[in-house]
T-cell receptor, first 114, second 109 residues
Framework: DAGVIQSPRHEVTEMGQEVTLRCKPI?????LFWYRQTMMRGLELLIY????????DSGMPEDRFSAKMPNASFSTLKIQPSEPRDSAVYFC????????????FGDGTRLSIL | GENVEQHPSTLSVQEGDSAVIKCTYS??????FPWYKQELGKGPQLIID?????GEKKDQRIAVTLNKTAKHFSLHITETQPEDSAVYFC????????FGAGTRLTVKP
C-alpha cells in the first residue's frame, strides 16, 4: 500500500525565494498534519486539516508560512519569503481520525535556505 | 496542554543486550501512546502502540508498558540487533498528539 508521499525530498534555495512543499496523504485518511523537525525543537506541529479544512494553524511560525489542502489527496506548505532559519526537515502525516489514532508519516522534505 | 518527557536522549548497548526507553506525560486525559522509530533520512514509523485500558503489549522483541497512575510508559527492546539503531520517539495523545524529544539508540555489533 502506498504511504504518505512527499516531494521534493530535498530542496536547496536562496533566502527570499518561495518554497512549496507537497504531500499526498494515504487514501481514505481524513486528517493531515504538517510538522517541522529540527535538532533544537524536535517535532513541532505546524497545522492540521480535517476533511481538507484547516483546523488549527497555531503552530505556524509566521505569516510567511501558509498551507492549503485543495482536495483529499493533496496538500501544500508554502514559505514566502524563505529565510535561513526555516531550514529544517518538514514532514507530512495523515491519520484516520484524530484522537487515539496513529499518524503515518512521509519521508519528509529536507529544506536548506542559503 | 500535554507535555511528554523522554529519557535517555542517547543510549548505547551491545548487540544482544536489552534497551529501555522511558517517557512521562502530564495530561491525565491521554489514553493513546504510540512509539515511532526514525531511521536516517526517513520519517518516523510506527512500531508499536498501547491504549490506556492495557498495561502491557508485546510484539516479538519489542514491548511497551504503561502505568497510568504514575503517568509513565516505557519501550523495551530485547536481543537488540544493529538494525535497531535509530531514533525512537514516544508520544501521548489526548486531544492532540505530543511527541517526546527522542532517544538515539546505537547497537554496537
Amino acid at each position: 500500500d502506498a504511504g504518505v508521499i512527499q516531494s521534493p525530498r530535498h530542496e536547496v534555495t536562496e533566502m527570499g525565494q518561495e518554497v512549496t512543499l507537497r504531500c499526498k496523504p494515504i487514501s481514505g485518511h481524513d486528517y493531515l498534519f504538517w510538522y517541522r523537525q529540527t535538532m533544537m525543537r524536535g517535532l513541532e506541529l505546524l497545522i492540521y486539516f480535517n476533511n481538507n479544512v484547516p483546523i488549527d494553524d497555531s503552530g505556524m511560525p509566521e505569516d510567511r508560512f501558509s498551507a492549503k489542502m485543495p482536495n483529499a489527496s493533496f496538500s501544500t506548505l508554502k514559505i514566502q519569503p524563505s529565510e535561513p532559519r526555516d531550514s529544517a526537515v518538514y514532514f507530512c502525516a495523515s491519520s484516520l481520525g484524530r484522537r487515539n489514532q496513529p499518524q503515518h508519516f512521509g519521508d519528509g522534505t529536507r529544506l536548506s535556505i542559503l | 496542554g500535554e507535555n511528554v518527557e523522554q529519557h535517555p536522549s542517547t543510549l548505547s548497548v551491545q548487540e544482544g543486550d536489552s534497551a529501555v526507553i522511558k517517557c512521562t506525560y502530564s495530561d491525565s486525559a491521554s489514553n493513546y501512546f504510540p512509539w515511532y522509530k526514525q531511521e536516517l533520512g526517513k520519517g518516523p514509523q510506527l512500531i508499536i502502540d498501547i491504549r490506556s485500558n492495557v498495561g502491557e503489549k508485546k510484539d516479538q522483541r519489542i514491548a511497551v508498558t504503561l502505568n497510568k497512575t504514575a503517568k509513565h510508559f516505557s519501550l523495551h527492546i530485547t536481543e537488540t540487533q544493529p538494525e535497531d539503531s535509530a531514533v525512537y520517539f514516544c508520544a501521548a495523545s489526548a486531544d492532540d498528539m505530543r511527541f517526546g524529544a527522542g532517544t538515539r539508540l546505537t547497537v554496537k555489533p
